[in-house]
């Protein structure tokens, strides 16, 4: 059996690098092009495993460490998601292209032929695709952008350095005089400019981003701030 051990690293980056742009599509959040290629070159090393056999399911328990190492808190959200996207991709190539094998959770190709081409230029283009429509919600951080939640209506601040996360969600920030009463659900502490601050959790069943409609978003109710409201980048989709 010839296998091209090219061919089978650059299909399987495909592989990676469709699953993280569907991940981003489906879970709705941003990643930078240089993440994207890190993830893609550091979960394709996978491909030695088919010089070292390891145990059945080796891949998917390096795919968790690595995943636990970029994401933490949030691996239990991005890990399962990752698996079945890149898993569901992984067994329709197989049943489509003609001589390949699946070994180590790896895509093998024994040889090359016009429809292994013709699903290569595929993924291409399915690949630019998401690219496009990503890049088509790109949201520079210095705009102001339309924000309606609860009959009200605002302006809100894209803020890249806001990485506060709830229960492995981001949040975003609400300036207390836009609601006249709520329900806090918790209260957690963060770090701001001016030291620690305690503040309530709300849960907002849906919100209007940027012509977006967003479901049950928590939000942090700010009692001093500049803006009214203050954007999580990681709710807004698409690549940087």
């Known amino acids: 059996m010839e296998v091209y051990v090219e061919v089978t690293y650059i299909m399987n980056a495909f592989l990676i690098l ?3 742009e569907i991940l981003c599509f489906l879970l709705n ?3 930078t092009k240089k993440q994207i290629l890190t993830y893609v070159l550091t979960y394709n090393i996978s491909c030695l495993f088919l010089y070292i056999d390891f145990f059945d399911g ?8 690595l995943t636990f190492f970029y994401f933490r808190k949030q691996v ?12 569901s991709l992984l067994s329709f190539l197989e049943y489509v292209l003609p001589a390949t094998t699946i070994f180590q959770g790896i895509l093998i190709i024994e040889n090359i032929n ?3 081409f013709m699903i290569m230029g595929i993924l291409t283009i399915i690949i630019v695709y998401f690219y496009i429509s990503f890049c088509s919600y790109k949201l520079n951080q210095n705009d102001m952008i339309d924000v309606s939640f609860c009959d009200v ?3 809100g601040f894209i803020d890249n350095g806001n990485k506060v996360f709830y229960k492995g969600y981001p949040v975003i920030f609400i300036s207390e005089h836009l609601l006249n009463e ?16 305690k503040i309530d959790i709300v849960l907002i069943d849906e919100m209007n981003i940027n012509h977006q409609v967003l479901h049950h978003v928590y939000a942090g109710i700010m009692k001093t701030s500049e803006y009214d409201c203050i954007l999580n980048s990681q709710l ?3 690549l940087l």
């Open 29 to 31: 959040i941003q990643m």
């Open 58 to 65: 080796f891949l998917f328990l390096y795919n968790l460490i």
């Open 236 to 238: 807004m989709g698409g």
């Open 76 to 87: 239990y959200i991005y890990y399962p998601i990752y698996i079945f996207i890149y898993v």
């Open 18 to 20: 469709l699953s993280f």
């Open 182 to 197: 709520y329900q806090s659900i918790d209260r957690i502490m963060i770090s701001t400019a001016t030291g620690k601050e």
């Open 153 to 155: 209506s605002c302006l």
């Open 114 to 116: 016009m429809m292994s």
